[in-house]
T-cell receptor, first 112, second 112 residues
Framework: KNQVEQSPQSLIILEGKNCTLQCNYTVSPFSNLRWYKQDTGRGPVSLTI?????NTKSNGRYTATLDADTKQSSLHITASQLSDSASYICVVSGGAGNMLTFGGGTRLMVKP | DVKVTQSSRYLVKRTGEKVFLECVQDMDHENMFWYRQDPGLGLRLIYFSYDVKMKEKGDIPEGYSVSREKKERFSLILESASTNQTSMYLC???????????FGNGTRLTVT
């Protein structure tokens, strides 16, 4: 069964600090991996999309890495800001019908 | 920018009522999706549509139906609302494989 597991479930950091969120998946065959940010009360917004051949992709202070061999991805947030407080969702595309499998998300809180 | 608009942010309905959730996208996307999002369960696919009048069941279609009479509009119908359908409902559209999903801001439905 295709699965996407994210860790930690929740995280609290101080403003200005860095953090790394993890995503492990079992989806096969793999097509691409996406990270989304979801602010409270809003729909998810795409941060990055990575294909098999890409192992790093940046979007401002967000850097996603992908290791397709170990089926792991991470999202690194540099110099966190209060506005980074949100849920971060890892989504893997692949498997039969190239469907999307969602992780349960990591809830990040950045405190002043 | 793609805009996905869900007609209601908050809805309160009674058990047994018929409920319509409307979603409209403005980018001529062929693929549209309905998800529900519950704490600890992540996003789960209810139904999706890859063309007008076409629909496919997702992972949890029971108790729901959908309608896609026009390309830009995808409606989710709860034939007889039940309390276990209290949830956040997210609509999304997708222009092409490999591209990002574009989400609406969600409808928080409470069934009492």
């Amino acid at each position: 069964k295709n699965q996407v597991e994210q860790s930690p479930q929740s995280l609290i950091i101080l403003e200005g600090k860095n953090c790394t969120l993890q995503c492990n998946y079992t989806v096969s065959p793999f097509s691409n991996l996406r990270w989304y940010k979801q602010d409270t009360g809003r729909g998810p917004v795409s941060l990055t999309i990575m294909t098999f051949s890409e192992n790093t992709k940046s979007n401002g202070r967000y850097t996603a890495t992908l290791d397709a061999d170990t089926k792991q991805s991470s999202l690194h947030i540099t110099a966190s800001q209060l506005s980074d407080s949100a849920s971060y969702i890892c989504v893997v595309s692949g498997g039969a019908g190239n469907m999307l499998t969602f992780g349960g998300g990591t809830r990040l809180m950045v405190k002043p | 920018d793609v805009k996905v608009t869900q007609s209601s942010r908050y809805l309160v309905k009674r058990t047994g009522e018929k409920v319509f959730l409307e979603c409209v996208q403005d980018m001529d996307h062929e693929n549209m999706f309905w998800y529900r999002q519950d704490p600890g369960l992540g996003l789960r696919l209810i139904y999706f549509s890859y063309d007008v009048k076409m629909k496919e069941k997702g992972d949890i279609p029971e108790g729901y139906s959908v309608s896609r009479e026009k390309k830009e509009r995808f409606s989710l119908i709860l034939e007889s609302a039940s309390t276990n359908q209290t949830s956040m409902y997210l609509c999304a559209s997708w222009g092409q494989p490999g591209g990002p999903l574009h989400f609406g801001n969600g409808t928080r439905l409470t069934v009492t």
